[in-house]
């Protein structure tokens, strides 16, 4: 093979998408319970989203640093009024891992204290400072420690160091491990009462996954700069770091340069804005509440009738279902054979669980479906 992978490949050479559902040269049909890569909000192959590129890409598709584009104002109007940024800013730029690492420089610019804090174990970007956090600059909170006293949980945290709180709202590379809700307002609490800084990553949680337009919504928090990548697109590589009105003013006066080639570019805002517009007009963030209550309900059938099942967490589209750890339980194999039965999941070996994100689009009967052949897996595991 020509091409370097970092994951177990299946040999299923994908030609045709349509929706929830992949088809391979041979024809089979594949229902994509991973969107892609978290990233096909709007199920695969959209065509008003394909629309929209075509129209873009038969004007103008780049246009560099120097100039402005009607499109990307619409654009950023669109996610400044989502996020209620009023007077706030934009900045466009091609993957999540960027737009986290620029939305970290952007508050490390203009904080006044050196330091970070974030949850431990929580992905945040693949390179930087925010995937390399060095111990001197970075401080690590563990949810597994918490026994649900907020206060006595963060006593001993130096706020008065910390410039700014990096929150992931639940994703935690895959593990689906949701915050505390009481715990993530304390930390707000303490930040702003220190003049800090509120980061959101929300480059997977963002844009319906979770049942809400943003994972932080959850949260009764306001934040200072939101970073979105993924689903914004619906495949198309495009990400955003938004910015309140006051980051925003406190980086023009300092005068923060950044420069990437696709910075801004006319035809990624033209995805974005098609994919914000279709979730509008269709009400897809009441679909996925209610997808995800039926997703959540199969998924609990199964733990309450199979003993290798450890737990059901999640929210929205946004779901994991974790086993019992059991060196002899074949989870690589039950991952396999629910792909041979036609239903892409994900699956972390290291949290022993199986990952359901599908697009926002997807369907009862996917679901029910689903749920069924994976029972029949489990049962002959049993």
């Known amino acids: 093979m020509s091409i370097l992978n970092y994951c177990e490949i299946f040999n299923s050479d994908i030609v045709l998408a349509d929706n929830c559902h992949i088809a391979d040269s041979s024809g089979k049909k594949y229902v ?27 004007t103008i598709s780049h246009a560099g640093g120097r100039y402005t584009s009607k499109v990307v104002y619409e654009a950023a109007e669109k996610v400044l009024e989502l996020l209620n940024f009023i007077d706030g800013k934009c900045t466009f730029l091609s993957s999540g891992s960027e737009a986290v690492e620029f939305g970290i420089r952007v508050a490390q610019a203009v904080m006044d204290k050196p330091c970070f804090l974030y949850l431990d174990n929580f992905y945040l970007s693949a390179y930087g400072i925010s995937a390399t956090r060095n111990e001197e600059e970075w401080i690590p909170l563990n949810l597994s420690e918490y026994k649900g006293d907020p206060l006595d949980f963060l006593k001993d945290i130096p706020f008065d160091k910390i410039g700014a709180f990096v929150f992931e709202p639940g994703n935690a590379s895959g593990a689906v491990n949701l915050p505390p809700k009481e715990l993530i307002k304390a930390i707000e609490d303490a930040m702003k009462a220190t003049g800090g800084i509120i980061i959101v990553d929300e480059v997977t949680t963002g844009i319906g996954r979770t049942g809400k337009w943003f994972g932080f ?8 700069i939101v970073s979105c990548g993924k689903g914004i697109g619906n495949g198309y590589p495009v990400s955003v770091v938004a910015m309140s009105k006051h980051i925003s003013e406190l980086i023009e006066k300092i005068g923060m340069r950044y420069a990437q080639s696709h910075q801004n570019d006319p035809l990624g805002c033209a995805a974005l804005k098609e994919v914000i517009s279709i979730i509008e007009n269709e009400k897809m963030i009441q679909k996925a509440a209610n997808m995800g209550d039926m997703l959540e309900s199969e998924l609990k059938s199964l733990l309450i009738k199979h003993k290798c099942v ?3 967490r999640g929210v929205g589209l946004m779901y994991a279902l974790e086993f019992f750890r059991d060196n002899q339980f074949p989870l690589k194999k039950i991952h396999r054979e629910l792909f041979d039965s036609g239903y892409i999941a994900g699956v972390n070996p290291a949290a ?30 049993i």
């Open 32 to 58: 994509d319970f991973e969107s892609g890569v978290w990233c096909t909000s709007l199920g695969h192959n959209n065509k008003q989203v394909n629309e929209a590129l075509i129209r873009q890409l038969n």
């Open 310 to 312: 450890k737990e059901v």
């Open 217 to 224: 919504q959850h949260y009764d928090i306001t934040p200072d």
């Open 352 to 381: 022993n669980l199986l990952r359901f994100y599908p697009p926002l689009t997807i369907e009862e009967a996917h679901i029910k479906n689903m749920a069924s052949a994976l029972d029949k897996i489990l049962l002959k595991h």
